[in-house]
């Protein structure tokens, strides 16, 4: 009987200890995807660490950091934007890394207001972790809003290659970026 007894006090003890196990890695989890929010933001500590190479729309140092991507405005033209030359790449790097699976652009897409076409880019996008870049998406095509999902992995650097400007110029505009885990 008191074996009996030790052992069901012994597989009780192992229960709650692996159910205390299992809340603190799953907190671990939500700390390093960030609970499942954008992460390229001014307020997550986001930078951009190609910003001697890039420049900015309207004076704004950052405009793709920003939260609200549109601001109302009279004439939506001047909506602050980060562009680079052919050849240049805009790179967002994060203050620690983050697991992350989703990355959202929004590119400059403004031309029906002068009845063209909507512009589309020439681009590659990279992920940076630990000095090892890797590509994640190439396109010839990409406009207005690109959503890019790729296989989950920690993250701490996104790179936006200029391969050949869009279709009206050589120059990259990015108005907004996003990056977030998504669950499947």
Request: glycine content about 4%; overall charge positive.
């Amino acid at each position: 009987m008191m074996c009996k007894l030790k052992l069901l006090f012994f597989l009780i003890f192992i229960q709650i200890t692996k159910q205390d196990c299992i809340r603190q890695l799953n907190q671990q989890q939500l700390i390093i995807s960030r609970n499942y929010q954008n992460v390229i933001t001014y307020h997550s500590g986001a930078l951009i660490s190609s910003k001697i190479k890039n420049y900015f729309n309207n004076g704004d140092n950052s405009p793709c950091l920003r939260d609200n991507p549109y601001l109302v405005m009279p004439k939506p033209i001047n909506i602050g934007f980060t562009g680079c030359e052919l050849g240049q790449y805009i790179s967002i790097l994060f203050m620690q890394k983050y697991l992350l699976n989703t990355l959202k652009i929004w590119f400059w897409d403004f031309d029906y207001l002068n009845n063209q076409e909507v512009r589309s880019y020439n681009i590659n996008v990279y992920v940076k972790i630990d000095q090892v870049k890797k590509k994640i998406f190439e396109s010839h095509l990409a406009k207005s809003i690109m959503t890019i999902e790729f296989p989950d992995q920690f993250v701490e650097e996104f790179q936006v290659t200029n391969l050949g400007g869009n279709t009206y110029n050589s120059y990259l505009h990015i108005i907004k970026f996003e990056a977030y885990y998504k669950y499947s």
